[in-house]
Nanobody
Framework: QVQLVESGGGLVQPGGSLRLSCAAS????????IGWFRQAPGKEREAVSC????????FYEDSVKGRFTMSVDNVNSTVYLQMSGLKPVDTGIYYC????????????????????WGQGTQVTVSS
């Protein structure tokens, strides 16, 4: 079954770190773009980051630059989002999603570019 499965969320104190995983079974990630989005309570879903399989270029939303890093284990078809320096505003449900296109800095944040989504994993940053 083709699916995306996120894991690694949890409760962390401000300034702490978490690593989210997105298992993309049956995908050869070289041919796709994989994005992370998040949705805070009462807010719209927003893009966080994206990695493009063609050249493994990455894009990040301004508020997470320097704190979040995406990486790929292409052998196991798993994408990671390493989050450090977490803040309460980072709280939300984090989703990974896959696009059949090689996205760029102007398109990675459009959720309509992605056709398959995971179920999400909750990240809560609180003291």
């Amino acid at each position: 079954q083709v699916q995306l499965v996120e894991s690694g969320g949890g409760l962390v104190q401000p300034g702490g770190s978490l690593r989210l995983s997105c298992a993309a079974s049956k995908f050869h990630l070289d041919y796709y773009s994989i994005g992370w989005f998040r949705q805070a309570p009462g807010k719209e879903r927003e893009a966080v980051s994206c990695i493009v399989g063609r050249d493994w270029d990455t894009f990040y939303e301004d508020s997470v630059k320097g704190r979040f890093t995406m990486s790929v284990d292409n052998v196991n078809s798993t994408v990671y989002l390493q989050m450090s320096g977490l803040k309460p505003v980072d709280t939300g449900i984090y989703y990974c999603a896959i696009s059949g296109a090689y996205l760029d800095k102007n398109s990675y944040d459009d959720p309509r570019k992605y056709y398959l989504w995971g179920q999400g994993t909750q990240v809560t940053v609180s003291s």
